[in-house]
């Protein structure tokens, strides 16, 4: 039998937020487990009465239930808050709470143990139960249970208390639903209790090791006297952040300017996107090109973190401007010393190769003497589109201070405005 890890970082979701704890009230008592999804491509299964149904993806969170006295592991798939997909048209009306569900995925197991980092691993029995608000239901891998059997990895009595459990958990979860979702719903709120009072995020054996490394270091220094500028392309982050740097006699460090000197740092071992052979850049489609601008950034940002720290010991105030991966720099700085600067995305479009870097992309280009006026244009706007497209944040639902170029008349307003939110007005 399979041992799984209730984090599940078999599937690759280690780095995402995860919590394990004990429960115990009036109508629960067990295990209680909660994954967010911080980042991740959508994906979907399909169902008879669901139809497609979401079952990862940014946003999401699965909650996961091991309630005592039972050889079960009870799933629940969340849509973000507060939302749902639309195109299930049977979904019922009264889930549509904070916390509505997407599928239920339950297994059926063996027993429980703990790893040596302190992850509760299930040692799974094949059989599971699946089921949905619109009423779906399946047992699903009865014939990797029935093998099992057969070959004698199950014994007789193994094989037995799986069906058993199965028959339970269609008479507990499945005959109500509605009840069953107002159940998780409830422990889930206990959950979400815990974690806004200070529970600790339990991590994986996989982020111990990362946080041992000095990139990952939470720098009470940094914290105090390192600023960030960051946004998406022509929104002003070069112009606003030479301003506010000389105003205040901060040390200024430019991603951009920056950037090839992180790519000589590279390690083809460590360093998939910076190491990428590009000689075929012009045949890759646009979502490899967001994925490899994307990538590079999220490669370099431990880069630009480390010679942060540096410069937090050596200079009184530092001010970074460029791109970083958003998400790991709010692991190790100050949220309230982050803005982020947005324009609208036709303005981009139409700046977007005045900037002088950008500039080069379009001469280089057009200086190109063996393909046509036509695949030039071509170039033109497909490497535009992917540095626009790779580099627009939802920002809001990180919860970090946005500033747009549209609404403010000028750099030095726009310069003004985030000294005051720094608190240097």
Same mark, same amino acid.
């Given at each position: ?22 429960? #115990? ?5 067990? *295990? ?9 491509? &959508? ?19 699965? @909650?996961? @239930? ?39 995925? +339950? #297994? ?12 509760? +691993? ?13 009423? #779906? ?103 606003? &952040? ?7 006699? *901060? ?34 489609? @646009? /979502?490899?090109?967001? /994925? ?18 540096? @410069? ?31 324009? /609208? ?15 080069? *992309? ?10 046509? /006026? ?12 992917? &540095? ?38």
């Amino acid at each position: 039998m399979k041992h799984k890890r209730l984090n599940r970082d078999g599937w690759g979701f280690q780095y995402y937020p995860y919590y394990q704890m004990r429960i #115990d009230c009036d109508y629960f008592h067990g *295990m209680a487990c909660l994954i967010r999804f911080t980042d991740g491509e &959508a994906n979907y299964w399909e169902t008879p009465k669901a139809g497609r149904i979401q079952v990862t993806g940014e946003g999401m969170t699965w @909650l996961e @239930l091991i309630p005592d006295n039972t050889k079960r592991v009870i799933t629940v798939k969340y849509f973000p808050d507060g939302t749902y997909d639309e195109e299930r048209a049977s979904y019922p009306k009264n889930f549509c709470g904070k916390y509505r569900p997407s599928i239920w995925y +339950v #297994d059926i197991i063996e027993g429980i143990e703990y790893a040596e980092d302190g992850i509760a +691993v299930f040692i799974d029995k094949y059989l599971d139960v699946i089921f949905t608000p619109e009423g #779906d239901i399946k047992i699903d891998d009865r014939d990797e249970l029935d093998q099992a059997h057969a070959t004698g990895e199950l014994s007789d009595e193994q094989y037995t208390d799986a069906l058993t459990e199965c028959d339970h958990i269609l008479r507990d979860l499945c005959f109500d639903i509605a009840k069953t979702n107002t159940w998780c719903s409830e422990i889930r709120e206990l959950v979400e209790a815990r974690i806004a009072a200070g529970e600790e995020i339990t991590k994986c054996r996989d982020v111990l090791q990362l946080e041992k490394h000095h990139f990952f270091r939470r720098l009470d220094k940094m914290n105090r006297n390192v600023f960030f500028i960051l946004g998406c392309p022509c929104a002003g982050k070069t112009t606003v &952040a030479r301003l506010l740097a000389q105003k205040n006699n *901060m040390f200024l460090l430019s991603g951009d300017e920056r950037r090839f000197e992180y790519y000589k740092h590279a390690d083809k071992a460590k360093h998939k996107y910076m190491t990428m052979d590009a000689s075929s850049f012009w045949d890759w489609s @646009l /979502d490899e090109m967001v /994925d490899w601008e994307r990538g590079v950034i999220s490669e370099q940002t431990p880069m630009i973190i480390e010679e942060l720290n540096t @410069l937090s010991e050596e200079r009184d105030l530092v001010l970074f401007e460029g791109m970083m991966d958003i998400k790991y720099l709010l692991s190790v700085a100050d949220r309230d010393h982050i803005v982020y600067l947005t324009v /609208d995305r036709e303005i981009c479009e139409k700046d977007f190769f005045g900037r002088g870097d950008h500039n080069g *992309m379009l001469t280089a280009i057009m200086n190109t003497e063996d393909i046509s /006026d036509e695949e030039k244009k071509r170039r033109t706007e497909i490497r535009r589109a992917a &540095a626009i497209t790779a580099f627009y944040e939802d920002v809001q639902s990180l919860g970090l201070q946005s500033f747009s170029r549209k609404d403010i008349s000028s750099p030095l307003e726009m310069t003004y405005k985030i000294e005051q939110y720094f608190n240097m007005a």
